[in-house]
């Protein structure tokens, strides 16, 4: 076998002898006991300091050091939401050779982090369904004015065109869409600014068991967002927006050439209230100024739907499918084998 000092000294190229440091550095992050530990929990979930310092049972300060560690050598990522810091497991490509030995990992040979893990999951699963209570008559009298939330999901599966690799939810709220895609992507990404919402979207994925979805405080319309999109969507998203065509825009720059931006909301209606009692800044959308957003972003509408609402008087939902190619042939990508779990939105 060579050895270090000899690949050195070879013809390799500087970026081959990095590519090796790098790997070496992060074998030796994750090569101790709390590191790896925290590294196979963060395969579960995205967990905050505190949450891992319940967890391991270990001082705020000294996990820390171990997530700096983590941090530095690229294995893991930290950030913001509000006055939280959150971590989780670097996306593949950045792991490396050790991607694969992660998702092997067997936590069973950890039973009390698994054991403590379950009772955070059991905690953020709690205040959901305590904010969802709270929230329950408003939203039960919304959903009476159109056709069931079932129905719109089929829509938007039907005009998916497929599998792909990565899956973008712009305004994520419940990460009800994480769960309903979670079979046609590889990773999957949520954003939304409401900390409550992503408290509720964080639980209902933990539960859900969907390792490879996670949600991100954000503003899409400002952020940067992950590109190389091959499905994006925005469910009952752009009635809340000051500037709607800008959501499209941003979905635009994001999304690949063959790639799919999904749109559920309402056709246009006279229902006031609604500004009132759920902050709805704009009273639906006409088909030809979705058209129109298309248009000077670069995209093409390439399918719809129209789905009636259960009663007279009721809310129309439009389901609009744009692509930067005029086809609606589906992307060639390869399939996910994630089941997607049943949950209400």
């Not at 379950?118 to 709270?134: P, S, V």
């Not at 992507?185 to 992503?198: F, K």
């Not at 509408?301 to 939902?317: A, F, K, S, Y």
């Amino acid at each position: 076998m060579r050895s270090v000092s000899s690949a050195h000294s070879s013809g390799r190229t500087a970026s081959s002898v990095t590519g090796f440091d790098h790997i070496l550095g992060q074998l030796r992050a994750a090569g101790e006991q709390t590191r790896l530990r925290i590294l196979l929990l963060l395969r579960e979930s995205e967990l905050t300091v505190t949450e891992l310092t319940e967890i391991l049972d270990q001082s705020q300060p000294r996990v820390s050091r171990h997530l700096k560690v983590l941090a530095d050598s690229g294995l893991v990522e930290r950030f913001h939401e509000g006055a939280w810091v959150f971590y989780r497991l670097a996306a593949p490509l950045t792991l490396g050779p050790l991607a694969d030995l992660l998702a092997e990992g067997d936590t069973e040979a950890l039973p009390e982090d698994m054991t403590a893990f379950a009772r955070i999951r059991e905690r953020r699963a709690k205040q959901a369904a305590d904010y969802f209570a709270a929230q329950a008559s408003h939203w039960e009298a919304l959903r009476a004015l159109h056709i069931a939330d079932e129905k719109v999901e089929e829509a938007l599966l039907e005009l998916s065109g497929g599998p792909g690799e990565t899956f973008l939810d712009l305004g994520t709220g419940t990460g009800r869409m994480l769960m309903l895609f979670a079979d046609h992507y590889e990773q999957g990404i949520g954003y939304d600014l409401s900390p409550e919402m992503l408290a509720i979207a964080r639980s209902r994925v933990m539960e859900a068991g969907l390792a490879h979805a996670q949600v991100r405080r954000g503003d899409f319309m400002e952020d940067p967002l992950q590109d190389g999109a091959d499905i994006i969507c925005l469910h009952h998203v752009l009635h809340y927006l000051t500037a709607p065509e800008q959501a499209i825009k941003a979905a635009a720059e994001a999304v690949t050439p063959t790639g799919r931006i999904l749109i559920a909301d309402f056709a246009p209606h006279t229902h006031e209230d609604l500004r009132e009692t759920h902050a709805h800044r704009r009273l639906g959308f006409e088909d030809s100024e979705i058209e129109g957003w298309a248009r000077r972003n670069g995209l093409h509408l390439i399918g719809d739907r129209r789905l009636e609402p259960p009663r007279e008087g009721g809310l129309v939902t439009r389901v609009w499918c744009l692509s930067p190619q005029k086809s609606s042939q589906p992307f060639a990508s390869s399939h996910s084998t994630h089941q997607v779990p049943h949950a209400a939105s």
